[in-house]
């Protein structure tokens, strides 16, 4: 019966996309307010009616009804219970339903905030969102129905995959979710403006918030997705430039360039229809990063289809979506127009310099992920690009970016001077290469691109702190905190994410320059030195989990005569499926990382002999997420900014007044 | 007029940039594309002696042998047509299992084995990767179907 509700609440939520997407926009056009007010209570119920087919579906997860094919071949009774609710997203069809929630919630929430928005405008918006709906819905009612019953129904359920089986997955997916779908809203007002003919700073105060909540979760979703690789993998790797990654990574960039775009349109006018193309792009990207992860074209753990009508389908949907937004664009940009001028040393030189960078390691990566799939499509054989292009091409891109990075809060709007400029940066130089030539030998070694990554890392922080103290030096008020409340959150907001690069970088830097990778055989009793610590094999000892086996080694790992830390990795087989995953065993540390984890036994005595045991010692690595959270943190200070507010308190103290005035 | 001139600097300037870019992107991967081979191929020596290459198939059951007191591996991947043998060190994938698809990047090595610096098993246990299956399908097919990679190369 539940299931039947969920199914029944997404046809239902189908014809409200179609109210939704089609009334307000004809009311738009014919300036018709009865049929603009549609759009407000049809997102509401949509979102309504897709959280309550997402919550049949959790339901049904949660409760193994094993009569749901998607639950019998995904979840298992054994599971434990975060894993089962997990598992509602685990699967193809699961994790289209999440992407369906998440774009009902956004518009949900544009429905709340954005009373302050012209109706017109508002309508629109919301109309977009509704078409990018349909699309979803009529995907899964089409194609890949969540709800589809077996008969007879299994006893027992094939198992989430053992590598989903981890807490990466209750978090990682929905927040990458997050991002991705986030960007539709500022799609949607791209659109709405392409339409409309009317793109102005105040359009670009409204999409502006949403870009960064989007690209916030959107940072989270991905470092999350970087750290379970990280320990899950065994690999101990970061980050591996495969096509999944290359995925999520690319509507980033893009939205990290709309972010910076934005600011111009805003304050500047400037960029419009380059910030309007960005946003169709962003939300482009994000689109064929959820075609590429699940249709299967990818050789990968998140692969879970492979039907072809459904890549069809994505195919056709990614055609009209980005074919249409594009022919749109060429027909409407002109009516957009370009903006103010501005000088060549210029805080919207320095932007546009950003946006070029991004937008060329953007090519870049797109280049390095979709042309083994076309070679292969057009049947010239099977190619790979491998983490070395990447690399190559990446770095270098980034290099003149992070430089700009230290200018550009500084740099006034429309002209500068590069006296000026140096006299304000000067300080921040000197600390950069000081931390370049210096720091590395506080590593025992120098190294040319480690002291590069360390300048880098430090002028951004050096510029940034350094941006601060002016502002505070030169503000008239009185008082350190009067000071500090005298800049935006916005602005703050913009640091806070400068920081988290400057930290990104720095751990990057270190654990590229200084990580230890060793594979070797340990006896029992054996020890082995990696790194000045000494990492000795105490052997292995059965322990039973609540759905698999695991074996449970014991490492400790002594420097000297002094006991550091004892780790236990562990490899686990599933007792549903028969999988075998490692469990790295990992110390984390502000310094960096002891990582441990097993390979396999490797004498005839089995478990009880000699195995194979990868050890890491990654310096610094735990800087690059905490860099991504500091990243995040900025973009959710920055939409506190009073002046995306305004609105709201005008609406409250609206409504008070209101309520005051019954009461009398 | 002076001002329109340095405009044109600048838009040169920016022009120059982007180009240098682009013909940094593309000779990065020109060199770092990593071809894919089957063993049919390679035992009809038609691999690249220079460069990296993958090759992919199933692990032939049985074939797994040990070095004593190292990680090095030899184990032998077959295309159902033809066998090759490969050597590697390290610690193997935990879904690497004799009988099941594999795929190798490595370069052929003096001895006539194939010498993997990284063996990918990136798939779950039903899913052969796409490699490894088409290898199998093309020497099941026969060779006149085989797609040429010097032709893929050469455009």
């Given at each position: 019966m539940i299931p039947e509700i969920g199914h029944f609440a997404l046809i239902v939520a189908l014809l409200v996309a179609i109210v939704q997407g089609v009334l307000p926009m004809i009311g738009a056009a014919r300036r018709d307010s009865a049929l603009m007010a549609v759009a407000v209570p049809a997102a509401r119920a949509q979102f309504v009616l897709v959280a309550l087919a997402f919550g049949c579906l959790a339901w049904s997860f949660v409760n193994s009804d094993f009569s749901v094919a998607n639950v019998a071949q995904n979840s298992n009774s054994q599971l434990p219970l975060h894993y089962r609710f997990a598992a509602t997203w685990g699967s193809h069809e699961g994790s289209l339903l999440l992407w369906a929630l998440m774009l009902g919630g956004w518009g949900f929430a544009v429905s709340l905030f954005s009373r302050n928005l012209p109706n017109v405008l508002r309508a629109r918006?919301?109309?977009?969102?509704?078409?990018?709906?349909?699309?979803?819905?009529?995907?899964?009612?089409?194609?890949?129905?969540?709800?589809?019953?077996?008969?007879?129904?299994?006893?027992?359920?094939?198992?989430?995959?053992?590598?989903?089986?981890?807490?990466?997955?209750?978090?990682?997916?929905?927040?990458?979710?997050?991002?991705?779908?986030?960007f539709s809203v500022a799609f949607a007002f791209a659109i709405a403006a392409l339409i409309g003919g009317r793109l102005d700073a105040s359009w670009a105060r409204w999409s502006r918030p949403w870009t960064t909540v989007a690209w916030s979760f959107l940072t989270i979703g991905i470092a999350l997705g970087s750290i379970w690789a990280y320990y899950t993998l065994g690999w101990g790797g970061w980050w591996f430039w495969d096509p999944v990654e290359n995925a999520s990574f690319m509507p980033w960039l893009a939205g990290t360039a709309l972010i910076h775009s934005l600011a111009v349109t805003e304050k500047r006018g400037a960029f419009r229809s380059w910030t309007v193309l960005l946003a169709i792009l962003a939300?482009?990207?994000?689109?064929?990063?959820?075609?590429?992860?699940?249709?299967?074209?990818?050789?990968?753990?998140?692969?879970?289809?492979t039907d072809p009508a459904r890549g069809v389908f994505i195919l056709a949907f990614l055609a009209v979506v980005i074919g249409g937004s594009l022919t749109l664009y060429a027909i409407r940009a002109?009516?957009?127009?370009?903006?103010?001028?501005?000088?060549?040393?210029?805080?919207?030189?320095?932007?546009?310099?950003?946006?070029?960078?991004?937008?060329?390691?953007?090519?870049?990566?797109?280049?390095?992920?979709?042309?083994?799939?076309?070679?292969?499509?057009?049947?010239?054989?099977?190619?790979?690009?491998?983490?070395p292009y990447f690399d190559a091409v990446f770095y270098p891109v980034m290099a003149p970016?992070?430089?700009?990075?230290?200018?550009?809060?500084?740099?006034?709007?429309?002209?500068?001077?590069?006296?000026?400029?140096?006299?304000?940066?000067?300080?921040?130089?000197?600390?950069?290469?000081?931390?370049?030539?210096?720091?590395?030998?506080?590593?025992?070694?120098?190294?040319?691109?480690?002291?590069?990554?360390?300048?880098?890392?430090?002028?951004?922080?050096?510029?940034?702190?350094?941006?601060?103290?002016?502002?505070?030096?030169?503000?008239?008020?009185?008082?350190?905190?009067?000071?500090?409340?005298?800049?935006?959150?916005?602005w703050y907001g913009m640091l806070l994410a400068h920081l988290g690069v400057a930290a990104f970088i720095v751990g990057v830097t270190l654990v590229k320059g200084y990580e230890i990778e060793r594979d070797v055989r340990l006896d029992v009793g054996q020890g082995v030195e990696v790194g000045g610590d000494t990492y000795t094999f105490q052997g292995i000892v059965p322990e039973p989990g609540p759905n698999y086996d695991a074996l449970v080694g014991t490492v400790e790992v002594t420097r000297g005569t002094r006991h550091v830390v004892t780790?236990?990795?562990?490899?686990?087989?599933?007792?549903?499926?028969?999988?075998?995953?490692?469990?790295?065993?990992?110390?984390?540390?502000?310094?960096?990382?002891?990582?441990?984890?097993?390979?396999?036994?490797?004498?005839?005595?089995?478990?009880?002999?000699?195995?194979a045991v990868r050890i890491y010692v990654k310096p610094f690595v735990d800087w690059i997420w905490f860099g991504c959270l500091l990243m995040a943190l900025g973009g959710f200070t920055a939409i506190a900014d009073r002046r995306y507010r305004l609105a709201l308190k005008h609406r409250f103290a609206g409504a008070l007044g209101a309520a005051a005035r019954g009461a009398a | 007029m002076k001002a329109r001139y340095r405009r044109f600097a600048w838009i040169g300037l920016g022009l120059a940039a982007v180009g240098i870019a682009v013909a940094l992107v593309l000779s990065a991967f020109r060199s770092n594309l990593v071809f894919f081979f089957t063993p049919s191929q390679v035992v009809a020596h038609e691999v690249p002696q220079?460069?990296?290459?993958?090759?992919?198939?199933?692990?032939?059951?049985?074939?797994?042998?040990?070095?004593?007191?190292?990680?090095?591996?030899?184990?032998?991947?077959?295309?159902?047509?033809?066998?090759?043998?490969?050597?590697?060190?390290?610690?193997?994938?935990?879904?690497?299992?004799?009988?099941?698809?594999v795929v190798a990047q490595g370069r052929m090595g003096p001895d006539g084995a194939f010498h993997a610096t990284e063996v990918l098993a990136k798939h779950d246990e039903n899913y052969m990767p796409p490699e490894a299956r088409s290898a199998i399908e093309q020497a099941q097919k026969g060779p006149e179907t085989m797609p040429s990679l010097h032709e893929a190369r050469a455009r």
């Open positions: 918006v919301l109309a977009v969102m509704g078409l990018v709906a349909i699309g979803f819905l009529l995907f899964m009612l089409t194609a890949s129905d969540p709800f589809v019953r077996l008969s007879p129904p299994p006893v027992e359920g094939r198992d989430l995959n053992a590598l989903l089986q981890d807490p990466g997955m209750v978090a990682h997916p929905p927040m990458l979710y997050m991002g991705y779908v986030g939300f482009s990207l994000s689109l064929i990063g959820t075609f590429l992860v699940r249709s299967g074209v990818l050789t990968s753990v998140h692969a879970f289809a002109g009516a957009v127009g370009a903006g103010g001028d501005f000088s060549p040393v210029s805080r919207e030189s320095m932007l546009l310099g950003n946006n070029i960078l991004l937008v060329i390691a953007l090519a870049s990566v797109l280049l390095g992920t979709l042309y083994p799939l076309f070679i292969d499509a057009l049947k010239l054989g099977k190619i790979s690009v491998g983490p970016m992070i430089f700009l990075m230290g200018v550009g809060p500084i740099a006034s709007w429309r002209k500068s001077r590069i006296p000026d400029l140096w006299t304000r940066l000067q300080w921040a130089v000197y600390v950069a290469l000081a931390a370049g030539a210096l720091l590395p030998f506080a590593m025992g070694q120098w190294k040319p691109l480690v002291a590069l990554g360390l300048l880098l890392a430090a002028w951004v922080a050096a510029a940034t702190v350094s941006a601060v103290l002016q502002r505070l030096k030169s503000a008239p008020q009185r008082g350190i905190v009067a000071k500090l409340r005298a800049n935006s959150p916005a780790l236990k990795p562990q490899k686990r087989t599933y007792r549903a499926s028969g999988e075998v995953m490692t469990e790295a065993s990992i110390r984390s540390g502000i310094l960096g990382d002891h990582y441990v984890s097993l390979g396999e036994p490797v004498t005839a005595k089995g478990v009880d002999g000699a195995w | 220079s460069r990296p290459f993958r090759v992919g198939g199933l692990v032939e059951a049985g074939s797994l042998t040990r070095e004593p007191n190292s990680l090095t591996v030899r184990f032998r991947v077959t295309d159902t047509a033809k066998t090759i043998p490969v050597t590697y060190t390290g610690l193997l994938p935990d879904l690497f299992k004799e009988g099941k698809g």
